[in-house]
């Protein structure tokens, strides 16, 4: 479930935190529409699509790891 939620994360973009407690591996597909698809498309969105699963997107705060580079030098300095 770990690389399903990195996988979710990437879509909605946002941080996405595996809670559901899952270690095994789980092979599934599933088929959803994209925010900019056409009124004739009838495919469910991605949060209904994950909720015919039994999954559940929560919103919550919390911290998140961040990478901050302050500078970047040009050329590269000797070690």
Do not use: C, H, W
């Amino acid at each position: 479930m770990k690389q399903f939620s990195e996988a979710l994360q990437r879509q909605v973009g946002r941080a996405v935190f595996d809670r559901t407690g899952l270690s095994a591996q789980y092979y599934f597909a599933i088929e959803y529409a994209n925010d900019d698809a056409p009124p004739e498309v009838t495919l469910p969105t991605l949060f209904a699509a994950l909720k015919e699963l039994g999954l559940r997107i929560e919103k919550q705060k919390g911290a998140v790891e961040t990478l901050v580079i302050d500078r970047i030098d040009k050329i590269p300095t000797e070690n």
